[in-house]
């Protein structure tokens, strides 16, 4: 869940994104930078309803971080013509990995916005859907290239973390 961080100097106001990397406290003025933030190395700042906050970032998980409201619907037909299709033949592996799929899609449903924090399961039942959903629907691969590159280049990282399971 991220947490909104309080003004350094008024304590009582929200940052706002000035500039990238340069943030001005809603309340008093202030101005901060990125550097001002010491975050751990399991967290990350992201704006969320134009405030800047803390997001926590369990090993190996990665974050999605959408720039378009679009992003979620695309995922979620991706997420919905697997499961279909994993009724009359094999799409997902394991038994886990249909129950990852559905929650994944609940949560899609439920948080269009994002950012979303996925686990490596996750990302990897996506990339099952994305590749199924392009197997049987060629024309879709072309609607949002460089967020599904995104998605895949998430799974690499996480699979490249030392404590990813």
Partial sequence: MPVPILCHVCHGGLYRPE????????????????STFPVQSDERLVVLAGVLQV??????????????????????????????ANRTRPVFRQAEDVATAEDLLSALDADERGPWVLSPAQL??????????????????????????????????????????
């Fill in 55 to 84: 997001l926590s970032v369990p090993d190996g998980h990665q974050v999605i971080a959408p720039d378009r409201r679009c992003y979620a619907p695309h995922l979620g037909a991706s997420l919905s013509l697997a499961l279909r």
């Fill in 124 to 165: 990897g039942v996506l990339t099952r859907a994305m590749d199924v959903r392009y197997a049987l629907l060629p024309s879709t691969s072309r609607q949002y290239p460089d967020f599904d590159e995104e998605i895949r280049a998430a799974l690499t990282r996480s699979s490249r973390h030392p404590r990813a399971t």
């Fill in 19 to 34: 500039s990238p990397g340069a943030y001005r406290c809603r309340s008093c003025g202030s101005p901060a930078t990125e």
